[in-house]
């Protein structure tokens, strides 16, 4: 009886050895991180890193290419300047080859739609938008990356929507009658790609007379589409065909700083203030290279249990901020690496920093990486983290600079050793 006893006990001791493995490999997530006190989660020390140098940095030159979310329209903010959006999109055959015959159909209408993701900066308000249609004088390539910078030449001699549409905060998709001339695009096909090649894809833009707002789309929504009515004697159809989600597309942000602090500069000291654009605009810089060099040589065998990066909001800063921002590093190539490692750049999906309301500050964890510094040989613990906020915003923040301590960003870590 002892015998099986032991044996009993042994067994649930390495159940609960497995158990902790697992756990320990668990990727981190943001469930319930805004419940939790970071100082009262592990038993251990608690350590402050303050960065020793920081800096806004103009990024213009930001993948933007194939994200489920994107954004259109003009804005202009009296810190961050004028920024256009613009869409880039091909259009696609809904299945491989068309089943319809359009040379022998009569087409009563061809629809754009979008499905509304958010709009900018009053979200409850209503917006005139003066959208632009026209067709791209070469083709949108389906294998290439797309970047914020980038531009493709339309073809002028096209204008298949231009007026003026007003989109209400109640709505949830928001239609564009096209201009009959885009019938012609709709050529049989004998292939999906034959198709992509003869239409070449369109620019979709918030011309000048508009409404100073951003609407924000979800590209990956099976509403956003162009949609052909027909009819053929009695009888009534409709096709639809592809764009935003399963096609290429990208979104174009062009700035315009005059007028504002950000001015005939890329790169702006961050001693007071630090500033968060998304759109390709303005990432922050810290540096925490001294307070980690120090760290690592009182405490060379430490272990971090939890590691989290706080940016106070400056009291100047807009109420509309971004809800997420990502963590980023260069590795030794220089190349970029989210932190943690994300499962799909172009969704954003995986842990990213939440904005804590009450506290008025983004929270982010960066537990792994701080851990991984600690324990690589021969680093140089001089670290930059670089903070960007998601594409399909138009919510800008004014983060707090580093001259005082106890307003400024920093990590905050329990440890042991």
Known sequence: MVHKIHKLILGLAALAMMAALVACEDEESALGIDLVDSSTMFDGAQYTLYPNAAWSKTEDSLLTSNYSFGIIGNLEDPVFGKTQAVVYTQIALADNTSSINFSEVTIDSVVMTFTKHQLFPDTAGNYNLRFEVKQLADPLESDKRYYSSDAIAVDESTLFFDDMVTVSYTDTVVRLVLDPSINRLLADSASAEEFVAHTRGLRIRVAEGSDNGMMGIDFSSAQTCITAYYHYDSILGQHPFYMGANTAHFVQFIHDYSGSPLNGTDSIDGT???????????????????????????????????????????????????????????????????????????????????????????????????????????????????????????????????????TSPKIVFVYSE
Do not use: W
């Open 272 to 406: 007071n203030r630090l500033y968060l654009e998304p759109m390709g605009g303005h990432c922050i810089h810290l540096n925490f290279g001294r307070d980690l060099m120090k760290f690592y040589q009182e405490h060379p065998t430490a272990a971090v249990h939890h590691a989290e990066l706080r940016l106070p909001l400056a009291a100047e800063s807009s109420s509309l901020v971004p809800d997420q921002v990502l963590a980023l590093y260069k590795d030794a190539a220089d190349s970029l690496i989210y932190i943690p490692d994300l499962t799909d750049i172009y969704t954003m999906s995986g842990f990213d920093g939440h904005y804590n309301s009450d506290g008025g500050y983004f929270r982010l964890r960066v537990t792994r990486h701080i851990q991984s510094l600690l324990r690589r040989e021969g680093i140089d613990h001089g670290m930059v983290l670089l903070l960007d906020s998601r594409r399909h915003t138009a919510n800008s923040a004014i983060i707090n600079g580093i001259s005082d301590t106890a």
